[in-house]
């Protein structure tokens, strides 16, 4: 399902906290993996020693030359473990990477990121929620969440910040969240391909609070277990929980420390609908790991 894997980078070890994460899929749905940095070559201040260099222009020269070693580090490991990988530099000056002119783009880290996402079909996005600190931090609210409103393709997004679990990359439950919406149920097709090529369990989520609707939603968790079913997941089972839908999901999250929650930011519409800022938000914010988000 998933041809390309693009996984925006920006120095950090927070933002590489992506990469056992990108090495799994990439090894899993054998898809190519391109490393991708925007180059700014005036960051907010990225030496300690304000007079290590005579100019602005050597420091700048110094500075990418640091980052095309770290991406070049990093596309080494993708491959020594079996990974087709690239690294891309995009940036206001000409740079190379693999022996090859990267040509100038002009724009925001988000818009680079938006942009070569639809230059390949079936292209995943991987991205932390946190990045760079200071003033140019990755945070939900900014790169992350202005990627999210702008994309057609899924992002799975690993929060690094205030997560002490080991982020191996492992993914072996899939928690799928639903509000009994076509919209919602838009994230299913993506959850059956990443159950089967992680060989993961698929649960299928449900919260309600009233009680005399469990039958129903019972019945359409049923149905809905039965045609993953038949598309080839072996193990899928259908939960109903009572309480705050992003309460029981966060929760559900904790209990399976290798679970990916897989969900839509928009289920029902009216004052009940899920998009960023509310339920989606939340999940992404306190999830135990992963979260794959698609803009439906």
């Known amino acids: 399902m998933y041809k390309r894997i693009l996984v925006p980078l920006d120095g950090s070890p927070m933002g590489d906290r992506v ?18 940095r925007v180059f700014d070559p005036e960051p907010e201040f990225f030496y300690p020693e304000p007079f290590e260099f005579q100019d602005r222009h050597e420091a700048t020269a110094h500075f990418r030359e640091e980052i095309m070693t770290a991406m070049g580090t990093a596309k080494t490991n993708l ?15 000409k740079a190379e990477t693999d022996g090859k002119k990267v040509a100038h ?8 990121i938006v942009l070569e ?11 932390s929620t ?40 492992t993914m072996g439950h899939i928690i799928v969240p639903l509000d009994g919406s ?20 698929v649960c299928l989520v449900r919260a309600v609070s009233d009680d005399n609707a ?3 939603e019972r019945a359409q968790l049923d149905r809905l277990a039965a045609g993953i079913r038949a598309e080839g997941v072996a193990s899928v089972e259908g939960v109903l929980l009572h309480g705050d839908p992003a309460t029981a999901i966060v929760d559900l999250s904790h209990e ?16 009940g609908r899920w998009l960023m800022g509310s339920v989606a938000d939340r999940v992404v914010r306190h999830s135990a790991g992963p979260v794959m988000v698609l803009r439906a």
């Open 105 to 112: 783009i002009f724009g925001t880290a988000a818009e680079h």
């Open 214 to 216: 469990d039958d129903d």
């Open 117 to 127: 996402s639809e230059k390949v079909e079936d292209t995943l996005i991987v991205i």
């Open 256 to 271: 399976f420390p290798d679970a990916l929650v897989a969900m839509t930011t928009h289920g029902r519409s009216g004052m």
């Open 182 to 201: 076509a919209l919602a149920e838009t994230i299913l097709p993506h959850a059956v391909a990443l159950a089967k090529g992680l060989d993961a369990k």
């Open 79 to 93: 491959e020594s473990a079996g990974v087709a990988a690239t690294a891309v530099l995009h940036g206001p000056e």
């Open 130 to 169: 946190h990045g760079r600190s200071g003033a140019g931090r990755w945070v939900m609210g900014s790169v992350t969440d202005k990627v999210l409103h702008a994309v057609k393709t899924p992002l799975m997004i690993i929060r690094a910040e205030g997560n002490d679990a080991t982020l191996d990359g």
């Open 19 to 36: 990469l056992p994460y990108v090495m799994n899929l990439g090894k899993k749905f054998d898809a190519k993996v391109e490393l991708f």
